[in-house]
């Protein structure tokens, strides 16, 4: 566009809303018009700026995820090679026995020789060691009962496992056996712009053992989807269904990743609920359809 040229009222009103790169020039003002390659790269900077509910979660100092190390021992904790075990008896006898599970998965005890608790969890190790130290130990037999045998974790092993798919730093890592799904995803410096928070996978085995919704934890509080990792386990992050922008008279306009079941009631709830001074009897939709913006 020439310099000082008008702008024609049928292709752009100064009162009408913006669409992406579009430019409004005013008469008084010396200004260009761009042209569609510049649209483009204009468009392309604006989509990495965009801000999408929840993707900082897993980028934020304050929040690591790291597991707590100083907790009493699950008791569906799954023990493995490198792990330290404590076993102790009390009561008619006392004793204190210390080891690692040894690569081929076992620890040697004086008088009772190698067992075998590698995969076991910690419930079902704690009533097999009962029953093999019963033989040497009197008062742990069912008919006596006056003494008492309890196993815990000293050191815990390193697993390893991998994060794949759309994250920032995708690859191998090595986190503690207490490790959640949470610190795995922080570890691998969070989903990237395409990433989901809705549907990301746990593989073990070659079979999906759990999927997460983040917007569970951030919105509910709920963190069930947040599972414990194993040595092995792939973590799957997918590029999002839906990407929908919640803009107006909402307490939290932003973009926010959508499932396909889920209805523009879902959207404004992600989005805090309506403004104070919202007129809720009107919603506005607009959609690219093949024909262009739909509405």
Known sequence: KKKNEPVKEDRMRESGELTTGSMIVKKEVEEVIPDSAEISEL?????????????????????SFE???????????????????????WGASQSTFRDYISPDGYINIDKIGLIYLSGMTIKNANEYLRDQYSEIFSGLSDDEQNADIKITLGQIRSIQIRVMGEVENP??????SLASLFHAIYLAGGVNEIGSLRNIKVARNGKDVAVLDVYEYLLKGKTSGDVRLYDGDVIIIPAYDKLVNATGMVKRPMYYEMKGN???HDLV???GGYARKAFKGCLSIERYGDNGMQF
């Open 43 to 63: 468009t392309g900077e604006l989509d990495k700026k965009i801000e999408i509910f929840g993707h900082n979660l897993f980028n934020k100092k304050e929040l």
């Open 262 to 264: 889920e209805t523009a």
């Open 171 to 176: 690859g191998t890592y090595t986190v503690p």
């Open 67 to 89: 597991p707590n190390l100083s907790i009493a021992t699950p008791d569906n904790y799954k023990l493995g090679p490198g792990d330290e075990v404590i076993i102790d008896v």
């Open 269 to 271: 709830t992600y989005a």
